[in-house]
């Protein structure tokens, strides 16, 4: 079965965001209120194909911990739902 699998990884707490900082000055400097922090992160699909949704996100937290964040500085979160999209075709072969 296909799986979408999506993961969010985003800096521990108190780790240095210069790019959150940026965006917050730059929020700040266009005269909005009401945002007193911002936080980047990454966001990243995968499709997983695999027996069920378990080994979908057993698979996907192995590459959150191994490849797509830094266990020093970043945590992440995985929500894998049945994929009833097809795969976008590219140029990877």
């Known amino acids: 079965?296909?799986?979408?699998a999506e993961v969010k990884v985003t800096l521990k707490k108190g780790v240095l965001d210069p790019q959150g900082s940026a965006v917050e000055g730059a929020v700040k400097s266009l005269g909005y209120t009401g945002v007193p922090q911002v936080r980047i992160g990454k966001?990243?699909?995968l499709w997983v194909e695999a027996e069920n949704a378990e080994q979908a996100a057993d698979l996907v937290n192995e590459l959150g911990r191994k490849i797509l964040s830094n266990p020093i500085t970043e945590t992440f979160t995985v929500t894998v739902t049945e994929s009833a999209d097809r795969l976008v075709q590219t140029g990877v072969k």
């Open 1 to 4: 079965m296909l799986y979408k």
């Open 43 to 45: 966001y990243i699909e």
